[in-house]
């Protein structure tokens, strides 16, 4: 006699349904370099946990998961990027433009996003005090 209640044979295993974060993260890793997936996942990905970075995680990782729009125009989306870090790592929006332009920390995740995702120590050549014009 086997007692059933005790064994797991029989049990349907049900799959966590995936939010739109996952699916993000899905279309991220099939191009991220997989070297750096501890790190995405320390950094950026257990934030989702965190009510208040949901929102700003979700919109950097739409940034991110544009790759295409880096070849093809890469200072506009740098720029586009840099301001969807300044939201995530900034979420009470206390820093100016002006003062997320020389804030080292940012400027260091900025570069640590390019290794990270694209694996390449190099962001794209841009001038980051024109950024500023026409930004509040």
Do not use: C
Not at 40 to 51: L, P, Q, V
Not at 87 to 98: E, T, V, W
């Amino acid at each position: 006699m086997t007692w059933d209640i005790f064994f797991n044979r029989n049990r349907v295993r049900r799959s966590k349904e995936k939010d739109e974060i996952d699916l993000i993260v899905d279309v991220i890793e099939k191009f991220a370099p997989k070297q750096y997936r501890s790190e995405r996942s320390s950094f950026y990905y257990n934030y989702r946990i965190m009510a208040p970075y949901r929102k700003p995680l979700l919109s950097l990782l739409e940034t991110i998961s544009q790759r295409q729009h880096l070849e093809s125009d890469p200072a506009d989306f740098a720029r586009d990027l840099f301001l969807k870090l300044k939201g995530f790592y900034d979420p009470k929006d206390r820093l100016s433009m002006a003062e997320a332009i020389e804030d080292t920390g940012l400027k260091k995740k900025f570069r640590e996003i390019f290794l990270f995702f694209y694996g390449t120590k190099d962001s794209p050549d841009m001038n980051m005090n024109v950024w500023n014009r026409g930004v509040r």
